[in-house]
Each structure stands twice: as structure tokens, then as C-alpha cells.
């Protein structure tokens, strides 16, 4: 799922970014485990939302090849990892708001859950 050696390209180097300088610095058992956390309702919306910003052609059915330029692929990826990070905390609230709603008894109506 997580292939840590983009970090060690040497194709275009990101001197001064910190967040490049910390990822290097993580084992990649660390990497892995933090991109195996995402649940599979969370991958399937970003499976489903980049292939739809990729088009739904049937790969099985036809010979599909994309073309994209670094910056239009880097720009995807950018929006599929924000999606992501959105997705996670709304699935955190979720759950937050099943035990609090749980924790109230069935009667309970907490009202606007506000975090």
C-alpha cells in the first residue's frame, strides 16, 4: 500500500521540507503500519473518487492507458491523501458520536455534538 522509497528519489530533490525530512526519518514498519490503518470503507471512497477522477472505463474490458504530467499526477495524489486525512476524522467523529450516543441510553438526544 505504502511504497516508502519515493522518499529517497533523487529525481527532483526537496531540500528544506520538513515533512519530507521527518517521513525519512520514520522506519518503514512505522510508514507501514500508519498507511495499513486506514479502514476499508476509507479505502473504497478514495478507490472509488480517484477512479472517477480518472474515468470508469472497465480496465478488464478495454486496454485503458492514462496519461498525466508530474504535477497533474502530483496534484491526484495530494487530493487523495487530503481526502483521506478528511475521511478518518469523520470516521473518528463517527465513532465518537456512536459511543457517546451508546454511553446516553436510547432515549438520550445530546443535541448538536459539537468537537
Known amino acids: 500500500m505504502f511504497n516508502p522509497e519515493f522518499l529517497t528519489s533523487d529525481s527532483e530533490p526537496i531540500s528544506g521540507n520538513s515533512l519530507?525530512?521527518?517521513?525519512?526519518?520514520?522506519?518503514?514498519?512505522?510508514?507501514?503500519?500508519?498507511?495499513?490503518?486506514?479502514?476499508g470503507d476509507i479505502q473504497d471512497i478514495i478507490r472509488h473518487n480517484v477512479q472517477g477522477l480518472l474515468g470508469m472505463?472497465?480496465?478488464?474490458?478495454?486496454?485503458?492507458?492514462?496519461t498525466a504530467s508530474r504535477d497533474h499526477l502530483a496534484g491526484l495524489l495530494a487530493s487523495a491523501m487530503m481526502t483521506g486525512y478528511f475521511l478518518r476524522q469523520m470516521e473518528q467523529r463517527m465513532e465518537l458520536e456512536a459511543t457517546l450516543f451508546d454511553a446516553g441510553g436510547a432515549d438520550a438526544d445530546p443535541g448538536e455534538l459539537r468537537l
Open 57 to 66: 472505463i472497465p480496465g478488464e474490458q478495454f486496454d485503458v492507458k492514462i
Open 20 to 39: 519530507i525530512q521527518y517521513l525519512q526519518e520514520q522506519s518503514p514498519d512505522v510508514l507501514q503500519r500508519v498507511a495499513r490503518s486506514a479502514s
